[in-house]
């Protein structure tokens, strides 16, 4: 089945420090692979996304390349903001699952980001 | 354009109650889904909806789960007689089409006492 393991957290950084947040996959053929932030009280936005092998996704500073080789999807940043404090969610959309049920996201278990200024 | 809705955003009930769960989707959108997020855990599918129909439930617990989404009003997620396990965070998400992006709401954080 499809599944998706990213790291736990909490993580806590200073403001302009690098982040990055880890996000390894299991799926068969070529899922596409989505980053979403969970801002508090607020409902999961899509920050960004990838389609294949080898795209980048990249919105507001956030960066995540799409790698089959290593079947991963890391998320980063160079330098983080008080205001990007939120959860952050690895997730993929498999459009090979079985019985057509393409529509089905996988998530991760989120990781809560801290910026302190 | 408002977002999807979602209320109450909090919910206290204590066990053997029912929990209703609303979600509005946004304007246009006509697929609606429901997560669960499980504490310590990620989001989770539960059932997918379109007007009037239930496309795939295959997530959702056997007994004591219901959804629906009529043609008028929002999708309702009921959970009757709950029990301390049915604490978690509930999001809805639509879409304007089946594998179109998904859209979430803020979610309803149920609590079972």
């Known amino acids: ?117 | 354009n408002a977002g999807v809705m979602q209320n109450p955003r909090h919910l206290v009930r204590r066990r053997g109650q029912e929990a209703r769960l609303r979600c509005s989707p946004m304007k246009g959108h006509s697929h609606v889904y429901w997560y669960r997020q499980l504490p310590e855990e990620g989001l989770k599918f539960m059932v997918y909806l379109q007007k009037e129909n239930i496309i795939d439930e295959s997530g959702m617990p056997k007994e004591r789960f219901s959804a629906e989404f009529p043609k008028e009003g929002p999708s309702i997620l009921r959970i009757q007689q709950v029990v301390r396990g049915d604490s978690a965070a509930y999001f809805c998400a639509s879409s304007p089409a089946r594998v179109g992006e998904q859209y979430f709401g803020p979610g309803t954080r149920l609590t079972v006492t």
């Not at chain 1, 299991?26 to 607020?42: C, D, I, K, N």
């Not at chain 1, 991963?72 to 983080?80: C, I, P, Q, T």
């Not at chain 1, 959860?87 to 699952?97: G, Q």
């Open chain 1, 1 to 117: 089945g499809n599944s998706v393991t990213q790291m736990e957290g909490p993580v806590t950084l200073s403001e302009e420090a690098f982040l990055t947040i880890n996000c390894t996959y299991t799926a068969t053929g070529y899922p596409s692979l989505f980053w979403y932030v969970q801002y508090p009280g607020e409902g999961l936005q899509l920050l960004l996304k990838a389609t294949k092998a080898d795209d980048k996704g990249s919105n507001k500073g956030f960066e995540a390349t799409y790698r089959k080789e290593t079947t991963s999807f890391h998320l980063e940043k160079g330098s983080v903001q008080v205001s990007d404090s939120a959860v952050y969610f690895c997730a993929l959309r498999n459009l090979l699952n079985s019985g057509g049920s393409n529509y089905k996201l996988t998530f991760g278990k989120g990781t809560l980001l801290t910026v302190n200024p």
